[in-house]
């Protein structure tokens, strides 16, 4: 292969794996284990979202730190209408929620994505 086309190869991957990178997880590839889950809005949702997310998404208008007024994660009804954008933004692999450094743990995560995939019960 000549230097021009092993360049363009190169910028091709280059490329490809920005797009898988920025690529989140949605909750459809995620399916809910045989076994269902033991996991509850009681017994792990509240306090993970509580923890993680309210201190934004939970607050008046002037303390959201911009985030918007629709995504308020304060009940399990309000939790399981919002479970896909949750999931998208938090679970699994995807870690663009909560923004700034006090990342949950990996598996914390992996807890919130079969919870979520389970219909966040
Ligand atoms: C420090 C404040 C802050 C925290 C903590 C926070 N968010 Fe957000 N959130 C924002 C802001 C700002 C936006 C709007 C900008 C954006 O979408 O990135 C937003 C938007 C969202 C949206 C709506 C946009 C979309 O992609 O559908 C969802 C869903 C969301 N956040 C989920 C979460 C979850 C889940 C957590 C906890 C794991 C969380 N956020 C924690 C500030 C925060």
């Given at each position: 292969m000549g230097r021009p086309q092993l360049q363009l190869v190169t910028g091709l991957v280059a490329v490809a794996l920005a797009v898988t990178a920025c690529k989140e997880t949605t909750i459809d590839e995620r399916p809910c284990p045989?076994?269902?889950?033991?996991?509850t809005y009681e017994s792990f949702g509240k306090a993970f979202l509580d923890a993680?997310?309210?201190?934004?998404?939970?607050?008046t208008t002037s303390e959201r730190?911009?985030?918007?007024?629709?995504?308020?994660?304060?009940?399990a009804d309000a939790a399981r209408s919002h479970r896909a954008r949750i999931f998208a933004r938090?679970?699994?692999?995807?870690?663009?929620?909560?923004?700034?450094?006090?990342d949950p743990p990996a598996e914390e995560r992996e807890r919130l994505a079969e919870w979520l995939a389970c219909g966040a019960p």
């Amino acid at each position: 292969m000549g230097r021009p086309q092993l360049q363009l190869v190169t910028g091709l991957v280059a490329v490809a794996l920005a797009v898988t990178a920025c690529k989140e997880t949605t909750i459809d590839e995620r399916p809910c284990p045989p076994e269902g889950t033991t996991l509850t809005y009681e017994s792990f949702g509240k306090a993970f979202l509580d923890a993680h997310c309210q201190r934004c998404h939970g607050r008046t208008t002037s303390e959201r730190n911009g985030a918007p007024s629709s995504f308020d994660f304060g009940t399990a009804d309000a939790a399981r209408s919002h479970r896909a954008r949750i999931f998208a933004r938090a679970a699994a692999d995807n870690v663009t929620m909560p923004p700034g450094p006090d990342d949950p743990p990996a598996e914390e995560r992996e807890r919130l994505a079969e919870w979520l995939a389970c219909g966040a019960p």
